[in-house]
């Protein structure tokens, strides 16, 4: 998203006026103006304006650019402050503190990012005694790591990787492997009962876990998903 407004001054000035413009977040939003982008103050990034006597009424237009980050967050307002420093004492804010202007401009980021889960059941149904195979990752960058559960609907119909048939797995996807695959291996269990299809389902849910940051609230903690049905074709013949 790239938005813009424009600035002028409100009266003549006697010499070059400099306007310098920071966010109160460099991290979500870059400005950027006709001028080169001034030094670095600390972690806040800042541009500059130059106003002339003989062009001080003439707005100059600065862009504002949300950066794309891939996190799902809820709504954010982001501040834009201004600073103007010169030789005329009228615009120069380290002698003249009662500058007509605005105490700083509002801006509001909307999210395009959900938090959710790729799923890819690669097999639409799997016979007693085979494999199949799930595969599943997060949908947006987590800010904390997330583990995923996956819990069978029955105690005797399938595994998930190396668990005893019917138990729950747990996936955990962090920061830096959160758009990377994991495969999980779904074994239907051999029985001797002869059940010909049997639909079984696999229930999932998300939780944060290890949170570094107490402030955050995760997007992707307790989300629940429609269950994944898994169709298991029985390998024994009816008995008379």
């Known amino acids: 998203m790239e938005k813009s407004f424009h600035v002028s001054l409100t009266s003549e000035p006697t010499s070059p006026v400099n306007v310098y413009l920071e966010t109160s977040n460099p991290e979500q939003v870059v400005l950027k103006s006709s001028y080169e982008v001034s030094e670095d103050i600390e972690d806040l990034q800042r541009v500059r304006l130059v106003f002339l006597p003989d062009n001080w009424n003439n707005p100059q237009e600065v862009k504002v650019k949300a950066v794309q980050d891939e996190i799902d967050e809820e709504l954010l307002k982001i501040d834009i402050y201004s600073r103007t420093v010169g030789e005329d004492l009228f615009y120069n804010e380290s002698s003249n503190s009662n500058i007509n202007k605005i105490d700083s401009l509002p801006l509001y980021i909307t999210d395009d990012d959900d938090s959710g889960l790729n799923l890819n059941l690669?097999?639409?149904?799997?016979?007693?005694?085979?494999n199949g195979f799930l595969s599943i990752s997060l949908s947006s960058k987590p800010e904390n790591n997330i583990?995923?559960?996956?819990?069978?609907?029955?105690?005797?119909?399938?595994?998930?990787?190396?668990?005893?048939?019917?138990?729950?797995?747990?996936?955990?996807?962090?920061?830096?492997?959160?758009?990377?695959?994991?495969?999980?291996?779904?074994?239907?269990?051999?029985?001797?009962?002869?059940e010909g299809v049997t639909i079984s389902e696999l229930y999932i849910n998300t939780e944060e876990v290890d949170n570094q940051n107490s402030r955050t609230s995760s997007t992707y903690d307790s989300l629940t998903f429609n269950p994944i049905q898994i169709e298991i074709i029985d390998n024994d013949l009816p008995t008379a």
Do not use: C, H, M
């Open 122 to 130: 690669l097999q639409s149904n799997i016979s007693e005694s085979q």
């Open 147 to 194: 583990k995923v559960n996956l819990r069978p609907s029955d105690d005797n119909q399938f595994s998930i990787n190396d668990r005893a048939v019917g138990k729950e797995e747990d996936l955990i996807f962090t920061p830096e492997n959160w758009n990377l695959e994991q495969i999980v291996e779904i074994y239907a269990f051999d029985d001797t009962d002869y």
